[in-house]
């Protein structure tokens, strides 16, 4: 895999500084129109979103004009066997392009770069990480296999991607609340597990109170991810086939944000994902006793992830019973060590819950879950679909199958009968305890994510031999869609982080984004309310009026980093007037805030009425009071997203 790499980059390490432009002067010239367009609008006051976007279109049609008229001629030609291959090449390159100058110039303000600056940095930059990752999409190589150089390029543009909007773009309120877990070290926690805390606090450590700060680890793991998630491979399939497969372990929507972008317990649980598996593998297919260790200390991790991981031993342990090779581990030592090792690396969690009533266990036994029982298993497919896409689906008929491949072909599936009871095994049933809980239970959208993992392999081996398939209709749907599919993936995450980070030009924020957007605004907003109370001997402290997404995100942004000169807002959760708010329960206990003033923040002005909260203070405002939530980066507009409410309460008095 390395020299195959290694002739990968020989064959771009030369590439035009800009994409497209065939000789150095050409390829200034571009630069420089798009630069002087970009500083030109910004100048005169339009957002960093026109003015990038403005200088992006003239650079594009000004090497329209040379190519035409004969000035340039470039050797690559785009890639693709179609006119509509050609052209969704194009548009995606455009896409990837505009999105990596995006979180380019986003990222560097929030690194604190004044806008004008980071609009003519970010340009440069996206300029040259797109002249070796873009441009692939352009013109890809045909020296190496196509499907293996197609992995490799979809590849890189996800970590082009992630890597660029890691700093440019505002936490999402999971992010804020498990950073508040950073704040709040401890060995458990209510509703997840301890890994995200650490690794939250260990980045920020290193670079700081921020959201590439916050992020950082996330990327890391991605990377780890991704280097397993090909080993695993390797052990089912051959490299062009395990580089493909890992194009769907980055473009599949739960992979793409979950396993290397956004810092939540899915992303440390992912890589112990693939590691269990890896190890599982080796384990109970290859017989290497040892590898059990590795199963081990990869269910330890997962469990100080997320509690899911532990579906995977009801797995192992149907596999070995309908495996005769397998079964002599019911009687060997080392399943049982594996066991031990885990139960060491968990014990942190253990001990928590011991001393804190179960409350971890009990909380993700029942606490979960619907009071009223519904069926939920429609839900489920859609949560299934949405995270993956149809994709896998039409892998699954050859679990079943012992012909995958036609009698005429000159190829051999690898997939034994006992690799394919190991991929049932460790897919299926996880997903039947997903299913018998979602007869009653409304399933949550992320929980089958992890356990695609297990099929990726044969997907991408079925998507390259799609020719050969015993059943011809999956093998036309496969070779249609599959790479077409990726494409399409690959631009809607950038045109969506775009929009995200800066805006898009003429398209404002619909309101079910304030939950994501302008809260650095929201906590000086604040901050501002704060300062006009008058002044006495109580604390004024924030309670958001949901479950824990305000709370979240004010205490994240409501802090001196952002605030400046020594501010930051005392913030917790709506506990204070007898609601559910998580682990703000356990960190501010309603006690300790008798007598302060309270200044309650929702987004919807019924949770302010004076009948849900007059027993819980001596005096409330007369009215509830309103200001728009806006987002105001990177010289946009200030557009109101929506309205949030808050009303101030006076003399606060815990419940009973």
């Not at 297919?285 to 590898?291: G, P, Q």
């Not at 690396?345 to 909380?363: C, G, L, Q």
Request: charged share 10%; net charge positive.
């Amino acid at each position: 895999m390395l020299q195959t790499l290694k002739q990968l980059y020989s064959e771009i390490r030369r590439p035009g500084f800009v994409p497209g432009a065939d000789g150095t002067a050409i390829a200034w010239l571009i630069l420089a129109a798009d630069l002087i367009v970009s500083f030109s609008l910004f100048s005169a006051g339009s957002s960093v979103a026109l003015s990038h976007f403005s200088g992006f279109i003239v650079a594009v049609l000004l090497l329209l004009l040379l190519h035409l008229s004969g000035f340039d001629k470039p050797a690559a030609s785009i890639s693709g066997n179609s006119g509509f291959q050609k052209t969704l090449s194009i548009l995606i390159y455009s896409l990837v392009q505009l999105a990596i100058r995006a979180g380019s110039i986003a990222s560097l303000v929030h690194f604190g770069l004044p806008d004008t600056a980071a609009l003519v940095l970010g340009i440069l930059a996206a300029t040259l990480i797109g002249s070796y990752s873009s441009s692939l999409l352009l013109s890809r190589p045909t020296g190496s296999s196509n499907w293996l150089t197609l992995g490799i390029t979809l590849a890189v543009c996800v970590f082009a991607l992630r890597l660029v909007f890691l700093g440019g773009m505002e936490v999402i309120p999971q992010e804020a609340y498990y950073w508040n877990y950073a704040q709040h070290l401890s060995p458990g926690y209510l509703d997840h597990p301890p890994l995200v805390a650490t690794t939250i606090f260990s980045g920020e450590f290193l670079f700081g109170h921020n959201a590439f700060g916050t992020r950082i680890a996330a990327f890391v793991y991605g990377l780890l991810f991704i280097f397993i998630f090909y080993r695993y491979a390797r052990l089912q399939v051959d490299q062009t086939c395990a580089m493909f497969a890992t194009s769907f372990a980055l473009l599949l929507p739960y992979f793409f944000m979950g396993t290397g972008f956004l810092m939540a317990p899915d992303s440390p649980l992912t890589l112990a994902w693939v590691m269990a598996l890896y190890f599982f593998y080796r384990a109970l297919i290859h017989n290497e006793a040892r590898a059990w260790y590795g199963v081990g200390l990869a269910m330890g991790l997962g469990m100080l992830s997320k509690y899911s991981i532990v579906l995977l031993a009801p797995a192992a342990l149907l596999f070995i019973l309908l495996d005769a090779q397998a079964r002599k581990y019911l009687l060997r030592k080392e399943p049982y060590i594996a066991v031990l090792i885990a139960t060491v690396v968990f014990s942190p969690v253990i001990y928590w819950n011991a001393t804190n009533d179960w409350a971890s266990f009990a909380f993700h036994a029942s606490g979960r879950f619907e009071k009223v029982p519904h069926f939920f298993l429609g839900m489920m497919l859609t949560n299934i679909l949405a995270m993956v896409t149809p994709l896998p689906l039409l892998a699954l008929p050859y679990l079943f199958s012992k012909k995958t491949v036609r009698e005429e072909s000159a190829i051999q599936s690898p997939f034994t009968p006992r690799v394919r009871l190991f991929i049932g095994s460790f897919l299926l049933v996880p997903m039947s305890v997903f299913a018998w809980n979602a007869l009653e239970n409304e399933p949550r959208y992320n929980w089958t994510g992890p356990l695609w993992i297990t099929l990726l392999p044969m997907l991408a081996w079925l998507t390259v031999n799609a020719s050969n398939l015993r059943w011809r209709w999956i093998g036309l749907l496969l070779k249609k869609f599959t790479v077409p599919l990726l494409f399409i993936l690959l631009g809607t995450y950038a045109l969506l982080l775009h929009f995200i980070s800066i805006g898009l030009p003429g398209t404002p924020f619909p309101g079910s984004m304030a939950r994501l957007l302008g809260w650095p605004e929201v906590s000086r907003n604040m901050l501002s309310i704060q300062q006009q109370l008058p002044a006495n001997d109580a604390r004024i402290v924030i309670a958001g009026m949901d479950k824990y997404f305000i709370a979240s995100k004010l205490s994240y942004y409501g802090t001196e980093e952002f605030l400046g000169d020594g501010n930051k807002l005392l913030v917790t959760g709506n506990h204070l007037v007898g609601d559910n708010s998580l682990m703000f329960a356990y960190w501010n206990p309603a006690e300790e805030f008798q007598g302060d003033t309270i200044i309650m923040l929702s987004r919807s002005e019924s949770d302010l009425g004076n009948h849900r909260l007059q027993p819980y203070f001596e005096s409330l405002a007369p009215e509830v009071k309103t200001f728009p939530v806006y987002k105001n980066d990177f010289g946009l507009p200030d557009k109101t997203i929506r309205n949030y409410y808050y009303r101030v309460g006076f003399g606060y008095k815990p419940p009973r």
